[in-house]
């Protein structure tokens, strides 16, 4: 298959796999599916991509290296600290929409331990992130007196913190009789800025305001 008409295949693919997965809220999509949905031959998943996990690799990376551009253009805003992050905050929970199935793939890739998987997500997305907050955290003690933390700790916190909404959206429904529209959204996106803003600006573990004298 000429070159072009190859890249154009795989964009097809991509594209219906990534449409698919949304309308299902984040659910898989068959390989027949999918070929469906790009009005290709099943027999172009394994040309252009080797197999069925082999595409969803290339999408997951490309939607991670976005989400990692995102970080670079929110670092070079002329933004104050606080406010970056609450961006960034809010950014997440909102690609957690725009994207539901990442988290599954990114989960099932890193439960696999498969070493090209895992090497992926860390230079696409895992790597530039920690570093951008440990950019971000500096910048913010300088500034605005922010606590010292590690940064690569703080990168598992704040996904942490953004993500179990979405990953656990069957027992809000079932739970507490919720359900993820627009109005929770925009007030998870609220609430996670303020916890993580208040655990960089607010006492250290081993102040005097810490834990022991919050529980007087």
Same mark, same amino acid.
């Given at each position: 298959?000429?070159? !072009?008409? $190859?890249?154009?295949?795989?964009?097809?693919?991509?594209?219906?796999?990534? %449409?698919?997965?949304?309308?299902?809220?984040?659910?898989? +999509?068959?390989?027949?599916?999918?070929?469906?949905?790009?009005?290709?031959?099943?027999?172009?998943?394994?040309?252009?991509?080797?197999?069925?996990?082999?595409?969803?690799?290339?999408?997951?990376?490309?939607?991670?290296?976005?989400?990692?551009?995102?970080?670079? !253009?929110?670092? %070079?805003?002329?933004?104050?600290?606080?406010?970056?992050?609450?961006?960034?905050?809010?950014?997440?929970?909102?690609?957690?929409?725009?994207?539901?199935?990442?988290?599954?793939?990114?989960?099932?890739?890193? =439960? +696999?331990? %498969?070493?090209?998987?895992?090497?992926?997500?860390?230079?696409?997305?895992?790597?530039? +992130?920690?570093?951008?907050?440990?950019? =971000?955290?500096?910048?913010?003690? $300088?500034?605005?007196?922010?606590?010292?933390?590690?940064?690569?700790?703080?990168?598992?916190?704040?996904?942490?913190?953004?993500?179990?909404?979405?990953?656990?959206?069957? =027992?809000?429904?079932?739970?507490?009789?919720?359900?993820?529209?627009?109005?929770?959204?925009?007030?998870?996106?609220?609430?996670?800025?303020?916890?993580? =803003?208040?655990?960089?600006?607010?006492?250290?573990?081993?102040?005097?305001?810490?834990?022991?004298?919050?529980? !007087?």
């Amino acid at each position: 298959m000429p070159p !072009r008409t $190859a890249d154009a295949t795989r964009e097809k693919l991509l594209g219906s796999a990534h %449409d698919l997965m949304v309308e299902t809220g984040g659910r898989g +999509a068959s390989v027949s599916e999918i070929c469906a949905r790009a009005e290709v031959n099943v027999a172009m998943v394994k040309y252009c991509f080797g197999s069925k996990d082999g595409m969803l690799d290339a999408l997951l990376e490309r939607i991670l290296g976005r989400l990692a551009g995102e970080l670079e !253009r929110l670092a %070079d805003a002329d933004l104050p600290p606080d406010e970056k992050l609450r961006r960034h905050v809010a950014g997440i929970v909102r690609n957690y929409v725009r994207y539901p199935y990442v988290n599954r793939l990114m989960n099932e890739r890193l =439960l +696999a331990a %498969d070493p090209d998987a895992v090497e992926a997500i860390s230079r696409s997305f895992a790597v530039p +992130a920690r570093d951008w907050y440990a950019a =971000l955290l500096a910048e913010g003690r $300088a500034a605005e007196g922010w606590r010292e933390l590690d940064p690569t700790l703080f990168f598992f916190s704040v996904v942490g913190v953004c993500e179990f909404l979405f990953s656990a959206g069957p =027992l809000l429904q079932r739970a507490f009789d919720g359900s993820i529209d627009d109005e929770l959204v925009d007030r998870f996106s609220e609430h996670a800025a303020d916890l993580v =803003l208040g655990g960089v600006t607010g006492p250290s573990a081993t102040s005097p305001a810490g834990p022991r004298d919050a529980r !007087r």
